[in-house]
């Protein structure tokens, strides 16, 4: 196996990555499509009809499958440094894929739709309960903003130190907003914990 | 390469056909860690491609630049799993080169670069 050399080390640069989650519906691809660089790609994991991983395709033959899909944006952030944002299903029998989304993430964005509020609780639980950082984000669909951002902290059970902050998925700078939240809120936590 | 259609969904033929063509239901038994995210590329010695698949061809000149295994996957029209499977051949042959750093927790230069980036866009 050949790895990087000295004279190939600076054209191959370090991914970081953000996880967008939340419920079915709630904005995650619109967001991604909004700040990434180019269109949404979409990649696509296989699990057996039972909802197991499949990782290695050994024996597979012949069991049925399906898939679940992950949609991604990039953003170039320099020569050195490349950004993805991963949009995903926040639903149990996915877990597997978070797992592996999470580590080493900078974090994430929980989407949440008002109107439906109890899709993005999983998602919220994965993150809290595995100490990754991440910032709920309400996405203003139409007419839909019922609630105030301390009335969604109160009814989603966050903690104070969880930012909660209104958006438009749609928007580029608005998701641009979101995203540089995020960061900085990686960023108190590191400061934090050292 | 063949439309998605033309075979993912091929109800006759099973939905693993051409995965299976592709990788010929090959393990990875030394494979390298490749994630999600990690970097591949062309290398720029790479061998005779004679030998090699259309597949395998395709990765080639997807890599000219640095891509990640997503892109790679998402690009070629497979899933991660068969992705891994043909990189895997290649890193082996030395045509590939693959970014040697396991998924980290970035560091505080890393945010703040990130943070400049995004603000930036
Ligand atoms: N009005 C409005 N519609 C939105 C907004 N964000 C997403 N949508 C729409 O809601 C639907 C679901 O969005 P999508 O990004 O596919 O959700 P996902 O399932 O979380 O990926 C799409 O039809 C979007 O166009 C928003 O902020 N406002
Ligand atoms: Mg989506």
């Known amino acids: 196996m050949v790895f990087v050399g000295s004279d190939d080390q600076l054209t191959v640069p370090t991914a970081v990555k953000i996880v967008i989650a939340g419920g079915f519906g709630t904005g995650k691809t619109t967001m991604v499509g909004s700040v990434s660089e180019i269109a949404p790609l979409r990649t696509e994991e296989l699990l057996t009809e039972a909802g197991v991983h499949v990782d290695d395709l050994a024996g597979i033959e012949g069991k049925d499958t399906t898939t679940v899909a ?21 639903q149990n029998r996915f877990w597997f894929m978070w797992d592996e989304l999470a580590t080493g993430a900078i974090g994430a964005v ?29 996405n203003c669909f139409d007419g839909a903003q019922l609630y105030t951002v301390d009335e969604v902290r109160h009814a989603l059970d966050l903690d104070d130190s969880i930012p909660v902050v209104l958006c438009d998925a749609r928007d580029r700078e608005s998701s641009k907003a979101v995203l540089v939240g995020l960061i900085q809120h990686s960023m108190n936590r590191l400061e934090a914990a050292v | 390469m063949t439309a998605r259609e033309d075979w993912w969904y091929d109800e006759a033929a099973g939905p693993l056909v051409r995965p299976y063509a592709m990788v010929r239901g090959r393990t990875r038994p ?9 970097q591949v590329r062309a290398s720029s010695f790479a061998s005779d491609q004679t030998s090699l698949t259309v597949e ?9 630049r640095p891509l990640s295994v997503a892109e790679v996957a998402a690009y070629l029209d497979v899933p991660l799993v068969v992705v891994k499977v043909l990189l895997s051949d290649l890193i082996e042959r030395g045509d590939v080169i693959v970014q040697n750093s396991p998924p980290q927790i970035p560091d505080r230069d890393l945010l703040q670069a990130v943070l400049d980036g995004v603000r930036g866009i």
């Open chain 1, 110 to 138: 929980v989407l949440v739709d008002t109107r439906r509020l109890d899709s993005s609780f999983p998602s919220i639980d994965f993150f809290e309960h595995r100490g990754i950082p991440f910032v709920v984000a309400v």
């Open chain 2, 56 to 64: 395998h061809r395709e990765i080639m000149a997807l890599c000219a």
């Open chain 2, 30 to 38: 030394n494979a390298p860690d490749l994630h999600l995210v990690t």
């Open chain 1, 70 to 90: 992950l949609d991604f944006g990039r953003i170039t952030i320099n020569t050195k440094v490349v950004l993805y944002l991963f949009g995903t299903p926040g």
